[in-house]
């Protein structure tokens, strides 16, 4: 018998730390409970994984379900790789762990990206240069209207830039129960050294999978606030990508905008345009961008969801009015 937990604070269970409740809330533990809830529920549904990536802005009329589901089980090896299954609700962080523990390379780019391996698909998780699809092989998935579990492959998740299936054509219509990944062995590692500063705090080190995690751990410790001291969900927006017409518009008004080519369009990284925009460290009463990275929105304590969507609307009007650039929340908005 599952038993609802009812007017629930959820507050922990996000990092934007703010408050926030759900009519009824159940914690799945194994996946064979999603099915008995899901079988006899008639509300809304929502699913909550590691709560990094959410901005709760007001009570939620339905059922949320956490997803906390643990396991990790190796289906396959060969001398030079192995393929790894893990439930929906491990911790990615704690998966990039026991991957280095374990010498296997491929996710050590992706080091302390915080939030569940069930979430990772979703925005196909990326950073410093390597995203989950490179060593994506499938997803298991709940249909949440007919509960028939199906397989998703690499080709089927539509993989792109924060971005997949799960958020277009399939959105909300699936629970996603574990996640199919293959990693390297010792002597066939690929690794991307490549981004940023990553090559500079290497030196002259020959470069491994955990010294890499290592360099990026330093990294996103020196820029990103720590969720569990000051409240956020790391980049609010999506870099944007741009056409070339309107690219080179801004360039001549400045002619040193970063930019990266994606099929020929430009991505332009959003926090230097909020930089420009002198927004770098603004705050307005709790609410702010963060003094070291424009493109996190942090909360100081006791800030409510609404506050820090109105913080969002403002920067993206100041935006769109300056470099006519629409930016599109990476955050969920709920
Ligand atoms: N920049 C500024 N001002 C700033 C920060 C950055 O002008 O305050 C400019 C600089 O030109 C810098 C460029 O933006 O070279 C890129 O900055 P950074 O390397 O910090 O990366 P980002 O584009 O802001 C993206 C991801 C991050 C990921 C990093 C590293 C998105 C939306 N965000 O940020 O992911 O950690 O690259 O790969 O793509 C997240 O998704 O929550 C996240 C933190």
């Known amino acids: 018998m599952i038993s609802l937990e009812k007017n629930k604070a959820i507050d922990k269970l996000l990092s934007f730390g703010v408050k926030a409740e759900t009519y009824r809330y159940f914690r799945i533990k194994k996946t064979s409970d999603l099915y008995t809830v899901l ?8 699913v909550l994984g590691g709560g990094s990536n959410i901005l709760w802005t007001k009570k939620f009329q339905g059922l949320l379900l956490h997803i906390d589901t643990k396991g990790i089980s190796v289906e396959d090896e060969s001398d030079s790789h192995v393929i790894i299954n893990i439930q929906a609700g491990e911790n990615w962080h704690q998966i990039v762990l026991w991957a280095l523990k374990n010498n296997y390379g491929g996710i050590e780019n992706l080091a302390l990206i915080p939030g569940s391996v069930g979430a990772a698909p ?18 298991t998935a709940i249909n949440t209207e007919t509960l028939k579990s199906r397989i998703f492959s690499l080709k089927e998740c539509k993989f792109n830039y924060r971005d997949s299936i799960f958020k277009n054509q399939k959105i909300n219509k699936y629970i996603i129960t574990s996640v ?18 990553i090559r500079k705090i290497l030196g002259s080190d020959v470069p491994s999978p955990s010294k890499i995690a290592k360099a990026v751990i330093k990294i996103r410790k020196s820029k990103l606030p720590d969720p569990k001291i000051m409240g956020n969900c790391g980049s609010f927006f999506k870099n944007p990508i741009i056409n070339k017409k309107l690219f080179d518009k801004i360039l001549t008004r400045h002619p040193k905008i970063p930019n990266y080519l994606v099929n020929k369009k430009y991505k ?3 926090a230097w345009l909020i930089e420009k925009l002198n927004l770098k460290g603004y705050r307005e009463g709790n609410v702010g961008t963060h003094k ?7 909360n100081y304590g006791n800030s409510s969801g609404s506050d820090i969507l109105k913080l969002s609307s403002m920067i993206q009007k100041e ?16």
């Open 180 to 197: 199919k990944i293959k990693l390297t062995k010792k002597g066939y590692h690929k690794l991307s050294t490549n981004y940023g500063d």
């Open 319 to 334: 935006v769109y009015e300056c470099f006519e650039i629409k930016l599109v929340p990476e955050v969920v908005i709920w």
């Open 39 to 46: 079988k006899s529920n008639s509300l809304p549904l929502r």
């Open 268 to 270: 332009i990284p959003a």
């Open 292 to 298: 070291d990275q424009a493109l996190i929105i942090v």
């Open 122 to 139: 979703i925005q196909n998780i990326g950073a410093y240069g390597v995203e989950l699809k490179e060593v994506f092989i499938e997803c």
